[in-house]
């Protein structure tokens, strides 16, 4: 199993779709060229290709052994994140002033997504810290920032969130890890679950970001408070002091991603966790939305490279598994021999649904990043949920397909078919639920501005309609009809949506799901639409890319347009229906 980073699709998204001119014109980005954005790629492609992705399938099948509060982690790992340390790659997106190279979003994106690709549960380590030090850089303290942030950007020390406990999932609101002012700092008690990354053997430090309550804070969300709880004490001159009374308890044994910790945290067991407040006392939710949305984007990275790696795989197995003869009369040559699955006209299907469906959810990701760079703070919020939750709900349906394309084998753990399927399932859960996802499209991104920032996007998603509507050719003119059909339903979806959010929540909410899924769908198809557009008007005259490459775009976006997009058609109607006694049927009626 070997993975292939994508370099040519991502060059063509960043070069075409997004334009490197386009992100060099940004405050602060002028070092970025196409010379150096292709040179990025290859040096990380090097390190997920070489380093991590040898590691993925054996890291699955050894796990992690946990003993005395300490979590050992496979093999390899702790070299292979040495590595990633050593290269600079942590700090890519970062200010210089904090240790980082200053590079957009839009670059280190596409780092992230092949590192994820290559080893999921390795890379989600450095998913969450580089969540941590964004939100640090944005709300610590000035002491805090010098003290923290240079080891952390450079990968020495990592970072976890600490939100959940027992009672406090989806509502982090009910959190009661209790905070205490202690002198000139805090100390806190209380336990956390499912702390990504609480514990390992690969950094030197571990700096946990918790949420807690202060005595006689405020009920709910708007009485916690954040604090910074490092693993090692930290003295003045940066250099590691006693340990800290923050312990790993106990790690959880999963379905999927059997590589990364997932740690019961207890803090204060043993009498005394020193912590520092981050942002005001009873401000801690605002603060932790930073790492939250910073994650939010990350974990929908994560469902593109399980997408890309599951296609990746199925489409070598399929090239070389023969089976069955192929649907051709007895008079064609060679119609006699069982030939590759690949040229079964099904196993093709289910290749074109993970391909079509990757590239759109590359493209579409790609842009959320250009948006952070670009300091579109309406755009970022309004894709954020897209991202996270359509992405993630494609790797479980693609990454499943992948199996279906193995038959048995797929349903074999030797094949690997079966880890990325197990891996992407969490994806769909963690970092907010899909379905607190689509609740925040549309009670916040939707209806909080009366669908201005949402008629923005489609306005542009029309010109891309109508942009290609104008190009010659039957692609063109396939994909122009279904975009522009697509469009329609979205607009009819929101249109309905918009009132109703306010005067009915549980009927808005009840759609919520499907329309997330129009909303999606119908901005993938955009996003494809636009490279047809691209690839059209290259192939006349070809340089960076070859004709089969364009010809390529071409082939995918008519197969998302025809096979993807006409979806849209049939969540209108449930997105719209009333759903009439769902609500009221009684609960053992279930
Ligand atoms: C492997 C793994 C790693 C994790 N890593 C971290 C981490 O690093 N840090 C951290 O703090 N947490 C972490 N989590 C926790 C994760 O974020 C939560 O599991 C998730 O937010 C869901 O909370 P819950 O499990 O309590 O489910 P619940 O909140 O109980 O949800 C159960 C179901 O009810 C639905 N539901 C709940 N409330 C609503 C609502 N208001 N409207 C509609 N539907 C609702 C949910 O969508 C879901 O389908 C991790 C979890 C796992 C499994």
Excluded at 89 to 100: M, R
Excluded at 209 to 215: E, F, T
Excluded at 231 to 251: C, E, H, Q
Excluded at 484 to 493: G, I, Q
Aim: aromatic share 6%; glycine share 8%; with cysteine.
């Amino acid at each position: 199993m070997t993975y292939t980073p994508p370099i040519n699709d991502i060059l063509f998204v960043l070069t075409r779709l997004i334009g490197i001119k386009k992100l060099a014109a940004l405050p602060g980005f002028d070092s970025v060229s196409d010379d150096l954005t292709r040179s990025i790629l290859e040096e990380a492609g090097k390190l997920a290709a070489g380093t991590f992705a040898p590691l993925n399938h054996a890291g699955d099948k050894q796990g992690l052994k946990f003993s005395n509060g300490t979590v050992k982690m496979p093999d390899g790992f702790a070299a292979a994140y040495q590595e990633y340390v050593d290269g600079g790659w942590n700090g890519l997106s970062f200010g210089e002033d904090i240790g980082g190279q200053g590079l957009p979003a839009t670059l280190a994106m596409p780092v992230q997504e092949m590192l994820q690709t290559a080893n999921l549960s390795l890379a989600l380590c450095t998913l969450l810290n580089q969540g941590a030090i964004e939100l640090l850089s944005v709300h610590g303290t000035e002491a805090q920032k010098k003290l923290y942030l240079p080891k952390m950007v450079s990968g020495a020390w990592s970072g976890t969130m600490n939100l959940t406990e027992p009672q406090a999932g989806s509502d982090v609101g009910a959190v009661r890890c209790k905070a205490v002012k202690d002198g000139n700092h805090y100390t806190i008690s209380g336990q956390k679950i499912f702390i990504s990354y609480g514990e390992h053997d690969m950094a030197e430090n571990i700096v946990h970001l918790v949420l807690a309550r202060l005595p006689d804070a405020p009920e709910g969300t708007k009485g916690l408070s954040l604090f910074l709880v490092p693993k090692f004490l930290v003295n003045a001159d940066g250099t590691l002091g006693a340990r800290n009374d923050a312990f790993a308890i106990s790690i959880e044994h999963k379905l999927g991603q059997h590589a990364s910790p997932t740690c019961t945290m207890a803090y204060g067991d043993k009498g005394h966790c020193y912590a520092e407040l981050v942002a005001s006392e009873n401000r801690g939710i605002e603060a932790m939305f930073v790492m939250m949305n910073n994650a939010r984007i990350g974990v929908g990275v994560q469902g593109l490279a399980l997408c890309e790696r599951s296609m990746q795989h199925a489409a070598e197995f399929a090239r070389t598994r023969i089976q069955s003869k192929p649907l051709k009369t007895n008079t064609q040559k060679g119609a006699d021999k069982p030939v590759t699955i690949i040229a079964h006209p099904d196993v093709r299907r289910m290749l074109m649904m993970m391909k079509s469906q990757t590239e759109a959810a590359r493209a579409l990701a790609y842009s959320a990043a250009f948006a952070i760079d670009a300091e579109a703070q309406e755009r970022v919020e309004l894709l954020t949920p897209i991202v996270k939750a359509w992405i993630t709900d494609l790797s479980n349906e693609l990454t499943s397909t992948a199996v279906q394309v193995f038959g048995g084998m797929g349903f074999v753990e030797e094949t690997g078919a079966a880890q990325h399927m197990r891996d992407a399932r969490v994806l769909a859960i963690y970092e907010g639920t899909n379905g607190i996802q689509a609740n925040d499209l549309v009670f916040r991104k939707l209806a909080r501005d009366d669908g201005k920032a949402f008629n923005a996007y489609v306005a542009e998603m029309k010109d891309i309609a109508r942009a290609i509507a104008a190009e010659n050719g039957d692609d063109a003119a396939a994909i122009a009809a279904s975009l522009n059909a697509s469009l329609d339903h979205l607009e009819k979806a929101a249109a309905y949506l918009l009132p109703l959010a306010k005067t009915d929540m549980n009927a808005a909410a009840f759609a919520a799901v499907p329309f997330l899924r129009l909303f999606a769908v119908t901005a993938g198809g955009a996003r494809l639409a636009e490279s047809a557009l691209i690839a059209n008007k290259e192939l006349k005259a070809p340089q960076d890319f070859s004709v089969d490459f364009l010809e390529s775009k071409l082939i995918t976006a008519r197969f998302y347009a025809e096979s993807i997009l006409p979806q849209t058609a049939g969540l209108l109607p449930v997105i719209m229906a009333k759903q009439h006694g769902v609500m009221t049927m009684p609960e053992n009626w279930f």
